[in-house]
């Protein structure tokens, strides 16, 4: 069983996260400059198995998709074009960033820590992921 890999995109940096083999247990991964996101994607997946892509869906409190969602949707678009035999599903991201702060915070991390925006996409990756994880045990 190769592994699901959660994006949380954005315009300058995303945040990624990717299960164990057993698709059990969400991990940050890393975190990307968008720009070099689409190599550093072809790059894992020839060294690791990834039976699925996990994308954050922007969504606002009245259900609509926020403004990101015009660069998700291209980064998709091309991310299917490149890598079209893992299949790609959106999953709603509202509050992860949100809950990746509190989680910091709950964690006892330092002010100047919890400001390292690279590590709340990263957070905010692995809660997308393993919000997706629960979803799928219900």
Known sequence: MGRILAIDYGCKRSGLAVTDTLQLIANGLTTVPSGELMSYLSNYISREPVDLFVIGL?????????????????????????????????????????????????GGAKKKTRRQKALIDKISAVIILQSYLESRRI
């Open 58 to 106: 922007p969504k606002q409190m009245n259900n609509e998709a926020s403004e990101n969602m015009k660069y998700i949707e291209a980064f998709v678009t091309h991310l299917k074009r490149t890598i079209p035999d893992i299949p790609v599903q959106y999953y709603d991201e509202r509050f992860t960033s949100v809950l990746a702060h509190k989680a910091l915070i709950e």
